[in-house]
Each structure stands twice: as structure tokens, then as C-alpha cells.
């Protein structure tokens, strides 16, 4: 059975606080319910303090709380019981456990929430160095309830030692010692008392024997059942009657006492102050040891001597006698000596009942007295180990104090604003969530600590609520583990909003133009961030810092080359075009003319580049003057796997309407697979295209236009922040952008200016462990609440943070993350990779093909395509033309050769242009046309008659079709013209008389009579004398 609690709003700041579900198990025949706490940490040894301080207080607070159970006339039992699992093997770590398991007839779920909150309370509130929580799960409960087979295990009690003393006679004959226990019953009773010797506690003692069992070869259970009792009537009689008999024993001060007698002053002190505790707050208590098999007596006699000092403890020969310290301390070791005691015994384990194992009628008064204990004493069996004078091996350690939720954030906890879940605040035995609102996440956030601390758990929790928000975030990881978890919490309600940028998926690369802009706003700020970009690239790739090398002129080129492969915004250039710029002669020349007006552009290209030859070779060391522009990004630019992302002009992943439409971006850049410096290089371009588009948001704001927030995570961010990455963060909230920013240490952070960007505007830090350099930088971010040693002894997935409630800081508070909620329906990480590669990716051989095809001269343009055009063509029946006789003059006239060739590479790349571009053909069915196409015997396809239709069974749509018969045939009209042209260059008298009609025609823009002409032209019925013919200028005659 489970139970939920719930815990009534009170006036305290941790209102709001809630407790776990509790696991309830019946036992016994009564079918009592068990619930029950487990330890789950230990304050880690404060060597500032003393041991005997340490132990002092924790036996103080053990007091308080035993006396706290006390329910006088409730039917209720404690049990404390602590499981100790062994080193059984080399590399297999031992580790403690420990339970209170509570026992109560009550049924009634309300009642048995009410207990619960009570001691759970109450456990918060005493004891600040053991952190306990409820065991909210059946098979743990029954696992501390049943730990081992009890009725095949071996046990023994440990009992108070019981005596007859004789007052008139001398000692017993066991007056010190752990043997069996030996009753003289022919003792009288008016000249014996029966004493029970109290427990005294023996400091560390418990410690000590938990090390030892833990490098055992076995299990072992030590139970302690404790239940509050009231005091017999004939009890107390007998008490004060065994008083009576010590006082009456006694003579008057300063009268010599017989030595056998004198022990009587020593028994006195005990039995009053038992005689008056135990009528107030008595427990009846017992205390087991179960293992498998059996110890070893000396073991056994080892974890007695935890409970209590022995007799005489403390005396030595040149002592003095203190006749006290031989009514104290000791111990019986008890075991059932028959089956049916076994069965008793193992029954009281597994119901956490109290029946006596050993009754015996006749002496029953007796035997219970051995049971009855005040809290004082209680607590030497009644007790969990606390780190004194070191660290318990085997229980989890914790070393920061408990902290409540700042009240400002209890408020944000209970109000419907929007918000985030990060973690739990924990304190005084109860659980808070603790939330970060969108405004203050719009102020930014810093999250720092050692890996393996918590800070993934941390971003994937923050993610993770985001997309089920429906938040539009974009995740930047560098290596690819956290990309791969992310994709398995996507919900299933946003699965067709995740877009993947995976440079690792070689087959379906996505595009991503950065010099791709929509207006000259943005081109100035994509050239800017890009002149950043490559600075650092430069010099923490190639080690270079001087100027000489990467100074004033060199990006003088970089710059305004840049600018000039970005001056035409209806067909971008790309970084690999701008790096041809510094390969190949006159490669500029291919954005000419500028399709931009820019005074400085202007002046580049119409005075500097004819002026600038970058293949001009530097005498004083033999290398191209390019090259001293060009090898910076070499490494960059020869990695295929970037140059299919990058080389594209036109990218697939539109930015801005993935922003604007609240998307999920997640970006792994493969830092294993690409190398440190191509991946930093990726991530910063990457970086400064979503920072670009969310700049542009400017227009909308000053439109008064609302911005819908974006989150964007960016793990060891160190790697791909730019010298303009402050301004990102001073400005960014502006633009409804929050970053989430993570690394391990400030050293990373090698740029002050970042550094300080970062300690000054981010409005929520967080701070998991820290090494000793950085919690001192960052120490005075979290005083007076925590200093630098609180930062550097923090357990994994602890916290500490400070942040910003309606722009007013809180103070810092600690919390600990938490799993994320991973929503009931997910959608699958197979899916999303083909859904995202269907809607961004390009198939490998078509993204290849798309590269080179952009890198070609002249420069691939759209194809401006008219239904007047294609119905002109269609009309005059191109299709039946075939050009197979112009092969023939292409062996005796290179020059016709040459330019049909050019001719047909112009259709090519036309109809590559128009598939890729304007067909609106899937992406895949693109690719399998281009590679049917490609096949195509190559002059042939193009000069023969036919239709697409005719060679290519795979061919899209039946307009795509249409399109690419017209681009066909417009390139075996344009053949047909180079012919013409050659022809009347050899002054051929019909031939020059036919072009000259042809060129009067296209300038009155008659295209009809121009194509009617080249159709009618029958180039068989020609005579090929002209081939004979020196080449002359057809105009020499004009």
C-alpha cells in the first residue's frame, strides 16, 4: 500500500513544502502498519570541531528525540535498524544502511500521514547532521522489514547484566566479566538485591564496530526495538524495596563499613535515580544482532562493548576504588537456546513486536526490569553513527548546512506565473521545488562545477521542461552524448518541431549559409561577428599573436572580401566561394557587377582587387601571396564534412522562422569526429547565425511588436564564445533571448573581458563543486550564505544558487537536481533523425553537387523561367531537333568545340540550378533524378532528340519535366547559334547573311523569329567548305 501526505500551509517560509508518498506494509496478525526513514547522509567530519564536542552533542540530540517518541498509552514501536553490507570482494564497495522503522495498529491513511509528517518533523528539526528521507517504495520497505531470511538466521539480544548481590556476604564470584549469567536463588532476599547494571555509553565506540563489520565476510543486522511503556505499580514497589535494603545496610558517616557491605553506598545513587526516571518516561527496549551464520564470540563481544563500557572501566591498581564504577556497565549475551524461543525471536524481527522470548513466570518483574530504559540511557542501543574523528566509510557524506527557500521564491513556487522546475530546496525534513521565472531566465544563466557534479542533469532538466512548455530553445553541445540523450525525451506533441544539425550525419547534411543575409543590417553584424570569429580561430588554432600575421591589412582582405561574397543577397556567395577569392585568379570577378551599392565595396573592386593578384609569389619566401590569407581556414575548408554544410548557398535550416516558430535546435559538434579546432570553428559560426537572427528581432521590437522568448544552451560555451560574446550578453535579454551557459572551471574562460561580462550581467549563477582557485573567485557571489569552502565540498548533484526575483536579488540558496520528467509519450530518436533529414537534410551526393555547382563560373543564378519562353520552345518542336552533325566540325574547330561544350555545361548547370532551387521536388527525389541525369552519355543527352521522359525513367513531376525539355532545348539552340556564329566567322556569304538577320531580330526583341530562324537552320544542307576557311572577323566587311 502506498500513501501520498500532504503537508497544510503553515506561516513558516518553507511553506509550500511537500512530502514524498510512503510506502506501508501489514505485519504480524494484527496486521499493523510499518512505515518507515531512511538515512541517506552524513555530515562529513568537521575537523574544526572537537570529537568529544561532536559525540556530546549527537547523544544530546538522540536524548531529545527519544523522549519526543514517548506516546504514553499508544500502541506504537520503533525500530532502528542499521544493515551492514561487507567488502565481500576486491573493487566491490561495503556500504551501511540505515532505517527507523515505525510500527502502529492504525489503518486510517489520515492517521498514519499525520504520524508520519510528525516524526518526519521532528527528525528535521533535531537532527542538522543526518539527513533522512521517507522510503517511498514497497520492495526498499520490505527490504529494510526482511533484510534477511530471519528464521533461518542466527541471533543474539544483548541484555543489561543482572546480579544478586549479598550485602552480608562476600562478592559473588563473577564480579567483573561477560560470562553467562549466574543467579544464586538460595540468596535471601532480605540480604541480596536483584540489581540490573545500567548501560554507560562508550564514545565511538559504535563507530568503530561499523568499520570493522563492514570489512567483514558476512551481513549483519543490528536491530534496536523500542516502544514507550509506563512503569508497574508492583514494579515501582520492587524498586523502592531494593532501595530500602541498600539504605538499611548503610552506617553512619564516618563508622568503619565490612568491605562486602560497603558496596551498598555505591548501589544506592543508581537505583533512586532509576526508581525516579523510570516512573516518568520509560521504553521497554531490545537490541539483536542477525547474521547468516554465526560470529565469532570475540566479534560478539567487540559489538557488546559498542553499547556499553564494561564493568570497572576507567580503574587502574594505583587508582583510588570508586565503588560506582562497578554498578555500571557490562553486558549478557543472550541466544535462544530452543526452537520455539528462534521462533519468537524471528517473529519479533519481521513484525517489530516485543514479546519475550525468555519469559519466565516466577521471575517476570525481574526479567522485564532488564528491558526498561529512560531516553538517557535509551540511546546506547537507540543509536546511528555520527563522523567525529573521521569520515564512515559506506554512507553518503554531505557538508553544507540545510538552507530554507528565500521567501521571494516560495512566492514565485506558488503563483501561475510561467516558470521552470530546476530541483528540490530541501529543509527541516521536507522537499520544495524550486522554480526560475522567464523573466529572470531572460537575464541569463550561469551554471559551473566539476565534471560529474550535476550539471547535465541540471540542463537536460531545464531542457526537458522547456519542450514540454513548448518553448522554443536551440542546444549547442559540443561532443554529442548530452545531443544523443536529448533526443530521447523530446515530447511526442513537439516531435515535428526538432530540428538536428549533426555534422556526424555524413549521408543527409543539413545547410547553413552564415553569409546568407536578408538585409544590410545583418551583413554588417555577420561580417563583424565572422572578423571575431576568425581573430580567435587564428590565434588559439595556430598559436599566432602577432600582428604581423593576422593584423590590419590582412583583415582589410578578409573583411571586404567577405562583404563582396555576401553583396548579392538573391544569391548568396559562401565561405568556401570567399576562400576561392584567395585561390583562383579573378575569382572575384564572378559577383561582378555588384548587385550591391557600397562606396567601400565599390573602391575594393574597382581599385584595390584588379591592383591585388593573390597568386603572385613572394620572393622572400617562395609562397603565393594568397596563401597568406588562404592557409588560415585551409584545415577548415578541405574537411568535405564542412563543406557540405557550409558550401551550400542556400540553407535548409531557415533560422528565423525556426526561431519565430518556437522550434527545438540541436546542434552536436561532434568534437571527437571533426577535431577541436573545426568543431570550435563550426560552433562559433553556428553561434553567431542564431545570434544574428535574433538581433534582427530589433525591428520588431521598435514596432512595438512582441517576442516570444528563446532559450539557447550552450555546454562549455568557453569554446565557441568570440571577443563580441559580452556584447551578446549584455544585449541579448533585449531580444527575448536567455542564455543558459555551462563549463567546468573559470580558467577556461581565458578572455577577462568574457569573464567578467559573465560575473557581471548573468541574473541566475549556479555553482556545483568547484576547485579551490574558482571558489575563490566566486565566492563572494554566494556570501554571507556560503563561502568558498561550502563551494568546494559539495555533493554530486548539489547546487548552490544565486539569482533574481522582478530584478531584485534573493539570498543564495542551495537545492539538488533533480531527474527530468520524461513525459508518458516520447517520440522516438529514429524518427526524429528522418523526419529532420527529410525537412533539412540533402543528400550526400546531391549536397556535393550543390557545392561544386555553386563554386562554378559563372556563378549559378535562378533560372528565370516564363510560360511564354517554354510554350515558344514546345511550339516549335525542339524536341525533334537533333545536333548530331555538329559533332562532326567539333574534330577540325576547337573553337565551336569549346563553346558547345560551354553551352551544354550551361544546360547542366541550369537544370541542376532549377531542381535544386525552383523544382520543389523532395530533397531525395532530387538527388535520384541528378543521378540518373548524370549518367546520361554526356555530349549526346544534350544534342540528340528526345524528351527527359525518353531517357530517364525517374523523372518527379510532369511540370519538372517540362522545365527540363525546355533548359535541353534552349541549349541546343544556343549550340546551334555558336554554329552560326563559327560559320559566318569563316565568311560564309549565306551563313553570315543568317546571323546578321538573327542579331537585327534579337535587338527589335523579336525572340519568336530569332528561335524560328535557329530551328529552320539545317546545318546538313550546308557545305562544309567552310571548315577550310582562315577564321576572319565577321564585321570586317561592315
Request: proline content about 4%; overall charge negative.
Amino acid at each position: 500500500m502506498l500513501l501520498k501526505g500532504k503537508i497544510d500551509k503553515t506561516g513558516s517560509c518553507h511553506r509550500g513544502g511537500k512530502m514524498s508518498k510512503i510506502a506501508v506494509q501489514q505485519v504480524g496478525s494484527s496486521q499493523a502498519s510499518v512505515f518507515g526513514f531512511k538515512l541517506t547522509g552524513i555530515r562529513a567530519n568537521e575537523t574544526r570541531l572537537s570529537p568529544a564536542y561532536v559525540y556530546d552533542r549527537h547523544r544530546k540530540e538522540l536524548s531529545n528525540f527519544v523522549n519526543m517518541l514517548y506516546r504514553g498509552g499508544d500502541p506504537i514501536t520503533y525500530c532502528l535498524r542499521t544493515l551492514i553490507h561487507p567488502f565481500i570482494e576486491k573493487g566491490q564497495y561495503g556500504f551501511i544502511q540505515t532505517a527507523l522503522l515505525i510500527r502502529t495498529e492504525e489503518r486510517s491513511k489520515t492517521n498514519i500521514d499525520a504520524l508520519s509528517q510528525s516524526i518526519r518533523l521532528l527528525m528535521g528539526g533535531v537532527f542538522k547532521n543526518h539527513r533522512w528521507d521517507v522510503i517511498d517504495n514497497l520492495e526498499e520497505l520490505d527490504a529494510f522489514i526482511n533484510p534477511l531470511d530471519w528464521g533461518a538466521a542466527n541471533h543474539v539480544e544483548y541484555k543489561r547484566r543482572r546480579e544478586k548481590i549479598q550485602l552480608d556476604n562476600f562478592l559473588p564470584e563473577r564480579s567483573v566479566g561477560f560470562l553467562d549469567e549466574k543467579v544464586d536463588r538460595g540468596c535471601m532476599e532480605s540480604e541480596s538485591i536483584d540489581y540490573v547494571h545500567p548501560f554507560t555509553a562508550n564514545e565511538g565506540a559504535y563507530e568503530r564496530l561499523f568499520k570493522t563489520l563492514l570489512n567483514g565476510k558476512q551481513e549483519v543486522v543490528w536491530s534496536t526495538i523500542l516502544s514507550p511503556t509506563t512503569l508497574l505499580e508492583e514494579e515501582a514497589e520492587f524498586l523502592y524495596k531494593q532501595l530500602t535494603l541498600c539504605e538499611g545496610t548503610r552506617l553512619p558517616s564516618g563508622e568503619f563499613m565490612p568491605l562486602p557491605r560497603s558496596r551498598a553506598q555505591g548501589l544506592i545513587e543508581n537505583l533512586v535515580r532509576g526508581y525516579l526516571v523510570l516512573q516518568d518516561m520509560p521504553f521497554y527496549m531490545n537490541i539483536i544482532l542477525s547474521t547468516n551464520q554465526p560470529l565469532d564470540k570475540s566479534i560478539l563481544e567487540y559489538c557488546g562493548l559498542a553499547l556499553t563500557e564494561p564493568i570497572g572501566f576507567g580503574s587502574t591498581s594505583k587508582d583510588s576504588v570508586n565503588l560506582s564504577m562497578f554498578n555500571v556497565g557490562g553486558y549478557d549475551i543472550c541466544r535462544p537456546s530452543d526452537e520455539t524461543q528462534r521462533n519468537i525471536i524471528s517473529e519479533n524481527l519481521a513484525t517489530l513486536n516485543q514479546v519475550d522470548w525468555e519469559a519466565d513466570p516466577a521471575d517476570a518483574n525481574q526479567q522485564r526490569f532488564r528491558h526498561l530504559f529512560d531516553a538517557n540511557e535509551a540511546i546506547t542501543g537507540f543509536y546511528f553513527p555520527v563522523n567525529a574523528e573521521d569520515n564512515l566509510p559506506g554512507i553518503e557524506l554531505f557538508t553544507l548546512e540545510e538552507h530554507s527557500l528565500p521567501r521571494e521564491l516560495v512566492a514565485l513556487g506558488q503563483s501561475r506565473r510561467k516558470k521552470i522546475l530546476i530541483g528540490v530546496n530541501r529543509y527541516f525534513g521536507y522537499e520544495q521545488n524550486v522554480f526560475l521565472s522567464e523573466d529572470t531566465r531572460r537575464q541569463h544563466t550561469y551554471i559551473v562545477g566539476q565534471t560529474g557534479t550535476g550539471k547535465t542533469t541540471l540542463l537536460k532538466t531545464m531542457i526537458s521542461s522547456d519542450m514540454e512548455s513548448g518553448n522554443g530553445l536551440a542546444v549547442i553541445d559540443p561532443h554529442g552524448e548530452f545531443y544523443k540523450d536529448l533526443l530521447s525525451i523530446v515530447p511526442l506533441s513537439r516531435k515535428d518541431d526538432v530540428v538536428l544539425i549533426d555534422p556526424s550525419d555524413f549521408q543527409f547534411p543539413v545547410a547553413i549559409n552564415l553569409l546568407e543575409v536578408r538585409d544590410d543590417e545583418e551583413r554588417d553584424f555577420v561580417v563583424k561577428e565572422l572578423r571575431a570569429i576568425f581573430k580567435r580561430y587564428i590565434r588559439e588554432f595556430f598559436e599566432i599573436t602577432s600582428g604581423e600575421y593576422y593584423g590590419p591589412v590582412f583583415f582589410q582582405h578578409v573583411q571586404n572580401n567577405l562583404l563582396l561574397a555576401m553583396s548579392d543577397i538573391e544569391n548568396p556567395g559562401s565561405i568556401i566561394e570567399f576562400f576561392n577569392i584567395f585561390m583562383e585568379t579573378n575569382y572575384w570577378k564572378r559577383w561582378l557587377p555588384l548587385k550591391w551599392t557600397n562606396q567601400q565595396l565599390t573602391n575594393w573592386t574597382d581599385v584595390i582587387l584588379p591592383n591585388t593578384d593573390y597568386n603572385a609569389i613572394d620572393r622572400s619566401n617562395g609562397g603565393r601571396y594568397g596563401d597568406y590569407f588562404a592557409s588560415k581556414f585551409i584545415d577548415f575548408t578541405n574537411d568535405t564534412r564542412i563543406n557540405n554544410i557550409f558550401g551550400q548557398p542556400r540553407s535548409t535550416v531557415d533560422i528565423e522562422k525556426a526561431v519565430r516558430e518556437n522550434k527545438i535546435i540541436l546542434i552536436n559538434l561532434s568534437k571527437g569526429l571533426l577535431g577541436e579546432a573545426n568543431s570550435t570553428l563550426l560552433g562559433m559560426i553556428l553561434l553567431a547565425k542564431i545570434t544574428a537572427t535574433l538581433m534582427a528581432r530589433a525591428k520588431d521590437i521598435s514596432l512595438d511588436k512582441k517576442v516570444t522568448p528563446f532559450y539557447l544552451y550552450v555546454d562549455e560555451f568557453q569554446n565557441i564564445a568570440s571577443e563580441n560574446f559580452s556584447i551578446l550578453l549584455a544585449e541579448a535579454r533585449k531580444f527575448g533571448l536567455g542564455l543558459v551557459l555551462a563549463n567546468q572551471y573559470l580558467s577556461q574562460i581565458s578572455d577577462n573581458k568574457i569573464r567578467n561580462s559573465i560575473l557581471g550581467n548573468v541574473g541566475t549563477m549556479i555553482s556545483f563543486r568547484l576547485g579551490l582557485d574558482d571558489a575563490k573567485i566566486l565566492e563572494s557571489q554566494f556570501l554571507p550564505t556560503f563561502n568558498g569552502d561550502d563551494l568546494c565540498n559539495l555533493p554530486n548533484y548539489n547546487a548552490v544558487m544565486r539569482t533574481n526575483v522582478d530584478g531584485e536579488r534573493v539570498v543564495p540558496t542551495i537545492f539538488k537536481t533533480i531527474r527530468p520528467s520524461i513525459p508518458p509519450n516520447v517520440a522516438s530518436a529514429e524518427y526524429l533523425r528522418q523526419s529532420s533529414r527529410q525537412k533539412y537534410g540533402t543528400p550526400k551526393i546531391l549536397a556535393e553537387e550543390i557545392v561544386r555547382n555553386s563554386l562554378a563560373t559563372p556563378r549559378s543564378m535562378a533560372i528565370d523561367i516564363s510560360e511564354t519562353k517554354m510554350s515558344l520552345i514546345e511550339n516549335q518542336g525542339w524536341e525533334e531537333i537533333d545536333l548530331e552533325v555538329v559533332k562532326n566540325y567539333w574534330l577540325v574547330d576547337s573553337r565551336l568545340h569549346d563553346e558547345s561544350l560551354e553551352a551544354i555545361g550551361e544546360t547542366i548547370q541550369s537544370i541542376f540550378s532549377y531542381l535544386t532551387r525552383q523544382s520543389g521536388l523532395p530533397k531525395e527525389k532530387v538527388a535520384l533524378l541528378w543521378e540518373k541525369i548524370k549518367q546520361m552519355k554526356s555530349p549526346d543527352f544534350y544534342i540528340k532528340s528526345g524528351r527527359i521522359q525518353d531517357y530517364v525513367k525517374v523523372t518527379g513531376t510532369e511540370e519538372a519535366c517540362r522545365v527540363i525539355n525546355f533548359l535541353k532545348n534552349l541549349g541546343k539552340a544556343i549550340i546551334k547559334l555558336r554554329w552560326l556564329e563559327q560559320s559566318a566567322r569563316h565568311g560564309l556569304t549565306e551563313q553570315k547573311r543568317l546571323y546578321r538577320e538573327m542579331i537585327s531580330l534579337q535587338e527589335k526583341e523579336q525572340f519568336v523569329n530569332v528561335f524560328d530562324l535557329l530551328k529552320n537552320l539545317d546545318i546538313e544542307e550546308y557545305s562544309d567548305s567552310w571548315l577550310l576557311t582562315e577564321d576572319i572577323n565577321i564585321f570586317d566587311e561592315d
